[in-house]
């Protein structure tokens, strides 16, 4: 096997040199009958070419000829090569957490970087070193806020990423934890009287999604000032952080948290991608996750060590902040060499080329007849279209036409099922907007006046 | 301490009085991080009107983002933010990297973790487009190599445990934990009552307990045995009607397999309870022996361990659980099925599910990059592999057990503990020989577990470490051990050779400085 570097003649040495006669002693402590008799049923081995061929032609099975209008918590961004050079040093991938600060001030010193980063962009004070990903950083700043308040009940907004809504369930349900979710309104934002009716003296935290799932941008300010009145937390997920280019961060705020996939992390299918979280300073002993601190060495020169550890699993146990250990440090890696290439005006006017290509969209799609955007609230790369009737047929039809033009919001919202979610990012080119907009026009041709456009 | 004696490790100094420990280690030879490079934080090195990207000429019509957005929402830039330019920032990674050791660099042989060669062609499969590139709500009909992908690995997965079904949702392995920790209290609350505890030996890694907690248990420990092992007469004191399951790592935390794991899992089903086994240390079990035989009801893997996907200084990882056949009903949603036709579909309908644990279907690059790790073995390779983790792990033991003391003196499996109890009576303690074993060009092994080991060094060199590298390693370990006999201070402030010395972590924690910020 090839990747094995020891010979037969040294495995042989070595089994003498442990006293043993045979390979099978070592496995003495195995009980016999637990021992597998026989061999797995399992492909391979398989030579290069061959594992080449056999993942060739599944990444053929792909819809990599199709134009995506695809968001919904994981966003088609364009990586610079320079991130995949730069994550290819086996000093960075073959790497593990760095406990041996010494041997590890390259990952150490990225990730006091990408903290900074995440602080710059989201306004807050202290970010962490990454979570697994968006839904469980949106669930772990529920804890926090649970274990920061001692309450008991969370108000969740249904624009909150409904897979989010999923995981949050699935983390609280035994800790006695009620959580209420509220409606948006005709803006698309969330509905106020709702939140503000929901709202109890036991909340923890107010959850809210910005830009949320339909692509609306949230007025932080007001829903801030509504929690805060009962003392609870308001927590606001990012799952698009390209928008904190020109959109303001939501300095209101307690925690804000969420997914940064779209910082240089291939969409690849669901994962891995990069869970975030960012707060205040006085909140830092509850913070989840781990945290990269600067200090000094022996001889007075600037380092950075893990901090902060009496937070976690491997110090506290049962009583940590959270469970987790391996986070998604190459992820964060790949955040921070892709912001840093961008830079302060990369970022700003990347997030403004999306923003004029949703906006474009938006209007090529709302010249057909029938189709509009029915949310007035202002968004930034993803937005609501309405369309005649239910969603499906049009998807099939632009899918002929290799499109896949959104996502149908009936799989989560029945009373939206003639609503599709559509996201245009940088990658999608005029001539392909057009492209859809016509295969629309031609589907629907012939149809009803319909509502005006808006927004 | 002079200065050439503090440096003598570094390979062809001359070093002041020669001593045993010196010749070693000028014999030793040595893989080591780049000590001369400086380089400040990427905020430092800006400087106003850079960029390291250039966009696309715009081909729809500009829009003014304050008016679209309002005054209230719009940003005119982001402050503090770095301006470099694209070779700035490939300078600047690279020679942070060269701060870093890795797998590639040398010896890692940091216990729990198997830091194993992470091949090549995984990161290039995983990359393709197509792979790299579908979303994750492609219509499946668009996307049957992904899902064939991840319906593949499950299977592969479910044959190397001998479980029934496998989720590969779980981003990590305490992830994992906490999926089968839920996924046993359904089904003990599907029988009528999901119980108050769940008992975890006190060899437990951390995430043990932690995961626990979240899944609403009360975590009892449970002390081992004189052979580091559970005690089953301890066991069975502890395994009330209120014990939902046992978490167990088997091998265990000391590289021992639990040999009476079916009498184990025999009386916790007894009881009522399920088994869990915390499935890290599988390197020392595939093609050799099946969870699935043990009696096991549900465990984790770590791909990021077992299956040769890198660990990327700390991340991303995957943490598939595998159940038996009356724990599948309760998985997390989605699951992958196969239909008559031969095509693949995501499966919601499972009434029974205990949710999603996260959002999409896992980190499916890491399962890529296993399922080609998998595929380039075959079963043999697999077979080999095992063999080679626990032919080391045994010959580092027998070679290093007179000058380390061994606390539970049997053979090993995939990793031998030794307890730093002799060199601490010189005042010396495993963290301080993990520094010194810095400057002899290894990364060091595990210092913070298992608890039962006072001072405990635990050390996995994995099938990736050649004899030769083991001698090397070895060695070192004998000469820090030769060191601490004649002059401790000198231990005490290893590391020598690297670029910063040790630092002050308490300081970094009184006074938590966790951002740069412009002077
Ligand atoms: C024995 C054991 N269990 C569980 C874990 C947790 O796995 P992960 O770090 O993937 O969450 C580890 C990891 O380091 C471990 O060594």
């Excluded at chain 1, 009716?197 to 609306?216: C, D, K, M, Y």
């Excluded at chain 1, 940088?426 to 629309?440: F, L, M, N, Y």
């Amino acid at each position: 096997m090839r990747y094995l570097p020891n010979s037969p003649a040294e495995r042989a040495a070595m089994l003498e040199a442990t006293g043993h006669q045979a390979i099978e002693e070592l496995f003495a402590q195995i009980p016999e009958e637990l021992r597998l008799r026989g061999r797995l049923n399992l492909p391979g081995p398989l030579s290069e070419p061959e594992i080449l061929a056999f993942f060739r032609q599944a990444a053929s099975e792909s819809s990599r000829e199709y134009v995506s209008l695809l968001g919904a918590g994981a966003y088609a961004h364009y990586r610079p090569v320079s991130i995949d050079a730069l994550l290819s040093r086996g000093e960075f991938f073959t790497a593990y957490t760095p406990y041996q600060a010494e041997i590890a001030q390259g990952t150490l010193q990225a990730m006091f970087e990408f903290q900074t980063l995440m602080t710059q962009l989201t306004g807050q004070e202290v970010a962490n070193a990454s979570l697994y990903d968006g839904s469980t950083a949106a669930t772990e700043a529920v804890l926090m806020a649970l274990r920061i308040t001692r309450r008991e009940r969370v108000v969740v907004a249904r624009t909150l990423h409904p897979e989010y809504r999923e995981v949050l369930r699935t983390y609280v349900r035994h800790q006695g934890v009620e959580v209420k979710e509220i409606g948006y309104a005709a803006s698309g934002r969330v509905n106020l009287d709702q939140l503000q009716a929901a709202l109890e003296r036991e909340t923890a935290a107010v959850v809210i999604q910005s830009p949320n799932f339909f692509g609306t941008l949230e007025d932080a300010a007001p829903i801030a000032e509504i929690a805060h009145r009962s003392n609870s937390l308001l927590i606001v997920a990012i799952t698009e952080p390209l928008s904190l280019g020109i959109v303001r961060p939501p300095a209101e705020a307690d925690i804000v948290c969420g997914e940064a996939q779209s910082f240089g992390v291939p969409v690849a299918f669901g994962g891995p991608y990069l869970g975030f979280l960012a707060t205040r300073e006085k909140f830092l002993r509850q913070m989840p996750g781990r945290l990269v601190g600067q200090t000094r060495d022996s001889k007075g020169r600037r380092g950075f060590v893990l901090t902060l550890a009496t937070r976690e699993q491997h110090i506290r146990r049962e009583k940590a902040t959270s469970n987790i250990c391996t986070n998604q440090s190459l992820c964060a890696l790949a955040a921070t060499i892709y912001l840093s290439l961008l830079g302060k005006r990369g970022l700003k006017a990347l997030a403004e080329h999306n923003l004029a290509k949703a906006h474009y969209a938006a209007q090529q799609l709302c010249t057909v007849p029938g189709m509009a955007t029915p949310f007035g609230a202002p968004y930034f790369n993803e937005f609501v279209v309405q369309v005649p009737a239910e969603g499906e047929e049009l998807l099939a039809a632009l899918r002929a036409e290799k499109v896949i033009g959104g996502l149908n919001l009936r799989k989560f919202y029945p009373e939206l099922a003639n609503h599709l979610l559509v996201c245009v990012t940088e990658t999608v080119s005029k001539a392909a907007i057009d492209r859809t907009a016509e295969v629309c026009r031609r589907y629907y041709s012939g149809g009803l006046p319909f509502p005006a456009c808006r927004g | 301490m002079d200065d050439r004696r503090r440096h003598s490790a570094l390979p062809g100094e001359p070093g002041q009085a020669p001593s045993v420990a010196k010749d070693m280690e000028n014999r030793i030879r040595q893989a080591r991080p780049h000590v001369t490079r400086n380089e400040d934080l990427i905020f430092e090195v800006s400087s106003p009107g850079k960029s390291g990207v250039e966009l696309p000429p715009l081909d729809v019509p500009t829009v003014c983002a304050e008016e679209l957005l309002g005054k209230g929402l719009h940003r005119a830039d982001v402050e503090g933010f770095p301006e470099v330019s694209e070779l700035e920032v490939i300078r600047h990674f690279t020679r942070l990297s060269t701060w870093n050791y890795g797998v590639d660099t040398g010896l890692y042989p940091l216990g729990s973790c198997t830091m194993k060669y992470n091949p090549r062609i995984n990161e290039v499969v995983a990359s393709l487009e197509g792979l790299a590139t579908d979303h994750p709500y492609t219509p499946e009909s668009l996307t049957q190599g992904c899902l064939r992908i991840l319906h593949e690995a499950a299977r592969c997965l479910a044959e190397i445990t001998g479980m029934d079904a496998v989720s590969l949702q779980p981003a990590a392995g305490a992830q994992g934990e906490l999926t089968g920790i839920l996924l046993i209290r359904a089904c003990l609350a599907d029988r009528g009552n999901p119980r108050k505890h769940i008992l975890v030996p006190d060899s437990a890694h951390g995430t043990n307990p932690a995961s626990a907690t979240i899944s609403g248990y009360e975590v009892r420990n449970i002390k081992s045995n004189a052979r580091g092992c559970v005690d089953l007469a301890e066991l069975d004191r502890a395994l009330t009607e209120d014990v939902a399951g046992l978490m167990l790592t088997n091998p265990n935390t000391l590289g021992i397999f639990e040999t009476q794991i079916r009498e184990i899992s025999s009386l916790v089903h007894a009881r009522g309870g399920l088994v869990y086994m915390d499935g890290a240390n599988m390197n020392a079990l595939v093609g050799v022996a099946r969870p699935a035989d043990f009696g096991v009801d549900v465990l984790h893997l770590n791909l990021h361990k077992t299956f040769s996907t890198p660990h990327g200084g700390g991340g991303p990882g995957s943490g598939p659980v595998a159940v038996k056949r009356g724990l599948e009903p309760y998985l997390p949603v989605p699951t992958i099925e196969q239909s008559t036709d031969g095509s693949y579909r995501l499966d919601y309908d499972r009434p029974k599910s205990i949710g999603r644990v996260r959002a999409f279907y896992g980190n499916f690059g890491v399962v890529v990059r296993a399922l080609a790790y998998i595929l380039a073995n075959g079963p043999e390779g697999l077979r080999q592999t095992t063999e080679d983790a626990v032919l080391n792990a045994n010959y580092v033991m027998s070679r290093l057990q007179d000058v380390y003391e061994l606390p539970y003196d049997q053979a090993c499996m995939h990793e031998c503990v030794f307890s730093d109890r002799r060199q601490a009576a010189r005042g010396v303690r495993t963290m301080d020989i993990a520094k010194r074993l810095i400057d002899y060009g290894f990364h060091p092994y595990t210092t913070a577990f298992p608890l039962i080991v006072s001072g405990a060094l635990m050390i996995e060199p994995t099938e990736s470490a050649s004899q030769a590298e083991l001698d090397n390693f070895i060695e070192a370990m004998r000469s820090i051990a030769a060191e601490i006999e004649e002059d401790p201070p000198f231990v005490l402030k290893a590391p020598h050779t690297t670029r910063i010395s040790r630092l002050d972590e308490a300081t970094a924690a009184r006074k938590p400085l966790l951002r740069w910020k412009p002077e």
